[in-house]
């Protein structure tokens, strides 16, 4: 019913710059808040990001001024630009997205296949 497909994913020097892209597709009424999570090896998954519908965000402490996530409502993408990365970043990020599937539907989670983010020292 929903897919999301993330891109833009690999392998950077610290100090360098990634941009994330999720884009959500199928059948749906509306999606409301986006977001990005991360889990690095033996870790619990963990919020890095989120933006509402009306475009308000939410960070991690740990990314603060280091990363920017937008939205394109027309295209249902969501954008997570990552500056300054460093190696403790390393993880792999997933999308999230609340999705209304129908008008009378409540919002259900929904979660992209994960991409690979390695940041070198």
């Known amino acids: 019913q929903v897919q999301l497909v993330e891109s833009g994913g690999g392998l950077v020097q610290a100090g360098g710059s990634l941009r994330l892209s999720c884009a959500a597709s199928?059948?749906?009424?509306?999606?409301?808040?986006m977001g990005w999570y991360s889990q690095a090896p033996g870790k619990q998954r963990e919020l890095v990001a989120t933006?509402?519908?009306?475009?308000?965000?939410a960070y991690a402490d740990s990314v603060k001024g280091r990363f920017t996530i937008s939205r394109d409502n027309a295209k249902n993408t969501v954008y997570l630009q990552m500056d300054s990365l460093k190696p403790e970043d390393t993880a792999v990020y997933y999308c999230?997205?609340?999705?209304?599937?129908?008008?009378?539907?409540?919002?259900?989670?929904?979660w992209g296949q994960g991409t690979q983010v390695t940041v070198s020292s």
């Open positions: 999230n997205a609340q999705v209304r599937l129908r008008t009378w539907s409540t919002y259900s989670s929904h």
């Open positions: 199928g059948s749906f009424f509306s999606i409301n808040a």
């Open positions: 933006i509402t519908s009306m475009s308000t965000t």
